[in-house]
């Protein structure tokens, strides 16, 4: 090296490019057949959901009082 030179401190890197995997062959999926039955009809679903009505009239009378009760304090307060 001559005098006053700076060593070389670089280092030459090889990147070896990776091997691709070998691809695999996946197997076609089955098809197996489901068994369905028939769609229930409306007076075989019907008991299950004979709450609904009284629930919803519960939540209309809840939210109409809820609305008279802001409307009173807009007037009150306001």
Known sequence: MPAGATP?????????T???PA?????EPQITSKV???A???????????Y???DLRKISLIAGAMTIIL???VFVLG
């Open 71 to 73: 409307i009173v304090l």
């Open 8 to 16: 070389d401190t670089s280092t030459e890197f090889t990147a070896e």
């Open 40 to 50: 229930p009809t409306a007076q075989q679903e019907a008991p299950r959901y004979q």
């Open 18 to 20: 990776p091997a691709m």
């Open 52 to 54: 609904v009505i009284a």
């Open 36 to 38: 369905t039955r028939p």
């Open 23 to 27: 691809t695999v062959a996946t197997p």
